[in-house]
T-cell receptor
Framework: GAVVSQHPSRVICKSGTSVKIECRSL??????MFWYRQFPKKSLMLMAT?????????EQGVEKDKFLINHASLTLSTLTVTSAHPEDSSFYIC????????????????FGPGTRLTVL | LAKTTQPISMDSYEGQEVNITCSHN???????ITWYQQFPSQGPRFIIQ???TKVTNEVASLFIPADRKSSTLSLPRVSLSDTAVYYC?????????????FGGGTRLMVKP
């Protein structure tokens, strides 16, 4: 149980285009979803936190107009990288957390497999 | 948020026990300690969580001293497949809190 999927797993796009990444909780309702970015050999950096039905909370330094997050349902959150540039190339990882205690007694985050974005 | 400090890297050999220590000097009363494992190009995977003393599950043990200013993840008899990055996170996870800040992690290399 507690599986999170991401789609696509890998995407290559041209500079200036927009890319949408989906994050789904497959067997539980995710009250909160998180989006991270990870550069090679670096740690995960939290980009934003989203709760179903409300606006995402972005971390300092993350442009909310560039990284659009939509958490339309309890099982789906999307991250859209708008007008992508080569410096946006990274590994994007989402995680989901269910209602406390219902999915995990540890209230842990369940991570998706990640999406490798390459902007040419 | 309690900041964590871990060794950047560690080497070990198959069959050995590996202990990775994490320092979190400003841990708060409500904070729990959670460890995640990450393989290249994959999302992190939960390993173990604890609050104090010792916690053991099927894959690891977590030792937390009385002052809780550090914790040690113990991996018994590692294999090549345990080569990964291990992250220690500290936060009030039980209350949907803020266990969201990843430190640098420890890159474990298991050699044959």
């Amino acid at each position: 149980g507690a599986v999170v999927s991401q789609h696509p797993s890998r995407v290559i796009c041209k500079s200036g285009t927009s890319v949408k990444i989906e994050c789904r909780s497959l067997d539980f309702q995710a009250t909160t979803m998180f989006w991270y970015r990870q550069f090679p050999k670096k740690s995960l950096m939290l980009m934003a936190t989203s709760n179903e039905g409300s606006k995402a909370t972005y971390e300092q330094g993350v442009e909310k107009d560039k990284f659009l997050i939509n958490h339309a349902s309890l099982t789906l959150s999307t991250l859209t990288v708008t007008s992508a540039h080569p410096e946006d190339s990274s590994f994007y990882i989402c995680s989901a957390r269910g209602a406390s205690g219902r999915v995990s007694p540890y209230n842990e985050q369940f991570f998706g497999p990640g999406t490798r974005l390459t902007v040419l | 948020l309690a900041k964590t400090t871990q060794p950047i890297s560690m080497d070990s050999y198959e069959g050995q026990e590996v202990n990775i220590t994490c320092s979190h000097n400003n841990i708060a009363t409500n904070d729990y300690i959670t460890w995640y494992q990450q393989f290249p190009s994959q999302g992190p995977r939960f390993i173990i969580q604890g609050y104090k003393t010792k916690v053991t599950n099927e894959v690891a043990s977590l030792f937390i001293p009385a002052d809780r200013k550090s914790s040690t993840l113990s991996l018994p008899r590692v294999s090549l497949s345990d080569t990964a990055v291990y992250y220690c996170l500290v936060g009030d996870g039980r209350n949907a809190g803020n266990m969201l800040t990843f430190g640098g992690g420890t890159r474990l290399m298991v050699k044959p």
